[in-house]
């Protein structure tokens, strides 16, 4: 196992970080008064949805992938997300204004069902409207991370079937991947690597993920991780550029002799993977492969308008 310790969500402290305003139902706030109610469905149950999002030069990448899934969430899960998308898309970019931020920002949008009127399960307890949260930080992606690898542990936690909590569900609800990354990180890794039901790869706690052999990408069927937005485009990327690209079933026989390895995710794109279970990933070190992959995506997510 490496001795470092690092995350995909690694990022560089920045003190700015301490007077930001939050978006909590409407109204901008101070870091210090944001609060919602302990009698708040996402705080007492889990009982919520949310999405990450990333700016690159004023502009919310992605930004229409995002909501789409946010609202199919909320019409999976009844939560009743009657904002009409142009007031969010309003609200998100009036939180990036408010902070004075243009790059290097991430955004987590949060939606629980509301407040409740007893702390029980029942979603017809709920008083409120759904409650609404947008924290937009300066953060910039760690850049020793990208040079030097993150190092993962396979974990028993598997990602499960859709019928007991589908993990297309950008939910609250992450006790399973928290659990996971708590017996990774026990073991000395930096981030956790999960099966699916059948023992086949399937992604990481927090992360999706990938593998190359012999020049070819390749990553899970999808049909028992989130469906990451990055994952997606990482894909589309390697289409429009001609590299080879599979969504597929495959075993950590083809990871521990892949030539390299990498995750995706909304802050911090493709991040080099370089040792898994105490295997040396190809040379060691971050390869040609995810390093391309990683310009191709930026330059994506970048150029959007």
Known sequence: MSSHSFSAHASEEDIRNDSILIYVNGKLVPKEEAMVSVYDSGFMLGDGIWEGL????GQIAFLEDHLDRLYESAKVLDIPLDMPRADLVKALYGTLEANNMVDDAHLRLMVSRGKKRKPFQD???????PTIVIIAEHSKPS???VDKGMSLFTVHVVRGQPNSQDPKLNSHSKLNCITAL???QKAGADE????DPHGFVSTCNSTNFFIIRKGAVWTSSGKYCMNGITRQKVIDVCHANNIPVYEKDFSLFEVYGADEAFTTGTFGGPVPVINI???VIGDGVPGEGVMKIRQLYKQLASNLK
Do not use: H
């Not at 979603?123 to 409120?128: A, D, F, S, V």
């Not at 956790?192 to 099966?195: F, G, P, Q, R, T």
């Open 54 to 57: 990333r700016v690159y030069n």
């Open 192 to 195: 956790a690597l999960m099966l």
């Open 123 to 129: 979603p017809k307890l709920t008083i409120t409207k």
């Open 143 to 145: 850049q020793e991370v």
């Open 277 to 279: 279970d105490g295997r």
């Open 182 to 184: 708590i017996q990774a």
